[in-house]
């Protein structure tokens, strides 16, 4: 699973599908706080993915089920340093490429699972009324709704059912009902939420902060897919192999 972006996502995917691999976009997560001025962002990301880390470990070591974290989307290679101990890294070349530069300067790379870092938020920014905890924190409502859910078949609910399902057992912020207006100013912001968009939702807990992320992703993989296909057909349609 590649969009992740919370620990409970995580565990949640971990235990209904058991995927080889779930993955958290950290560095998207530090660019909401930033790009909304909410402060630097620092350590957002980390901290999720320190938290998914934890949650997809334990159900390795308790229940069996053989999935690993990857930590995603790093922007320095100070996050090398920051989350070692996370079961697999993914780094733009550069970044890689600037660790390598500075071996000889590192700080000592030892696990930080466990780790707990200052956030960098503002002083008047309430966590709470933007929804950072659902980054990070599996309640009690969420786990016994995943119980519930792994005494049903999966196979007869259906994305509207599953929905539902959700919603009938509290976590409804989890899995959204999302409008089709609101799929649309999702699509129009691209990867990063407006919170001036968003902000009674999150701060009535209709939605989760690592929801809206979510389809703010798979808004901009829609995208992306959409120029991809347009210049593939645009090269084998030059080299004769396509015709619109």
């Given at each position: 699973?590649t969009?992740?972006f ?6 949640v995917i971990t235990r209904?599908?058991?995927p ?7 560095g998207?997560?530090?660019g ?11 350590y957002?990301g ?6 998914s ?7 390795r070591?308790?229940?069996g ?12 290679w100070?996050?090398?340093?920051n ?5 697999v ?10 660790l ?6 590192l700080?000592?790379i030892e ?15 309430d ?11 599996v ?6 709704c ?20 959700f ?7 989890f899995?959204?009902?999302?409008s089709?207006?609101e799929?649309?100013?999702?699509a ?5 939420p407006?919170l ?15 929801s809206?992320m ?9 995208t992306?897919?959409r120029e ?13 192999f396509?015709?619109?």
């Amino acid at each position: 699973h590649t969009l992740g972006f919370s620990a409970r996502q995580n565990y949640v995917i971990t235990r209904v599908a058991w995927p080889s691999f779930v993955n958290l976009f950290l560095g998207r997560l530090n660019g909401f706080i930033a790009e909304n001025d909410l402060g630097s962002g620092e350590y957002v990301g980390e901290k999720a993915t320190l938290a998914s880390q934890e949650a997809v470990r334990s159900l390795r070591v308790e229940a069996g089920i053989q999935t690993y974290q990857i930590g995603a989307s790093f922007r320095s290679w100070e996050q090398y340093v920051n989350l070692a101990g996370i079961d697999v890294i993914t780094s733009p070349p550069k970044i890689a490429g600037e660790l390598r530069r500075r071996a000889d300067e590192l700080p000592p790379i030892e696990s930080r699972l466990g780790q707990h870092y200052a956030l960098g938020l503002n002083d008047d920014v309430d966590p709470h009324r933007i929804g950072l905890d659902t980054l990070w924190d599996v309640d009690d409502k969420l786990v016994a709704c995943i119980d519930a859910l792994g005494r049903e078949d999966i196979d007869l609910l259906n994305a509207d059912r599953l929905i539902s399902f959700f919603e009938a057992h509290g976590c409804s912020d989890f899995l959204v009902r999302w409008s089709n207006s609101e799929i649309a100013t999702s699509a129009e912001e691209g990867k990063i939420p407006k919170l001036d968009n968003w902000a009674d939702q999150l701060a009535h807990r209709s939605i989760g902060l690592d929801s809206l992320m979510n389809l703010a992703g798979l808004n901009s993989f829609i995208t992306d897919q959409r120029e991809m296909d347009t210049h593939v057909k645009d090269v084998l349609g030059k080299a004769g192999f396509w015709k619109w």
